[in-house]
């Protein structure tokens, strides 16, 4: 039984965080979407799964987006760990469609500080 649908082409992955569930998605590379845009993004994602009403993800005007930052290459792996005292969201890290390792503060992301995650 299928309980969420996120609405993006994009690589994903879960916080260690056991308090809130987030999901992170990536642009994925190599692929295109229904708009044929271009954008590259790393979006976190906060799903209800106790509302039964939210299904769809990312449609616009029912988004339980929580942040998000624009990237000039694509993901190819996306993953989200490290949490301790010092980093309570961890730290997501990507390997990207042009060979770089980039790592984000999702604190950050969250905080809305864009770019500067």
Aim: aromatic share 10%.
């Amino acid at each position: 039984m299928k309980l969420k649908e996120i609405h993006r082409t994009s690589t994903f992955t879960w916080s260690p965080s056991s308090s809130l569930p987030l999901i992170a998605t990536g642009t994925v590379a190599g692929a295109l979407d229904e708009s044929f845009s271009n954008e590259s993004q790393l979006e976190i994602w906060v799903p209800n799964f106790l509302d039964k009403n939210e299904f769809d993800l990312g449609i616009e005007g029912q988004s339980p987006l929580k942040g998000a930052v624009k990237d000039t290459a694509r993901f190819n792996r996306l993953t989200w760990g490290y949490v301790d005292s010092s980093r309570l969201w961890g730290v997501i890290a990507a390997g990207m469609e042009n060979g770089e390792l980039a790592l984000w503060d999702p604190a950050k992301i969250l905080a809305g500080a864009g770019c500067a995650a």
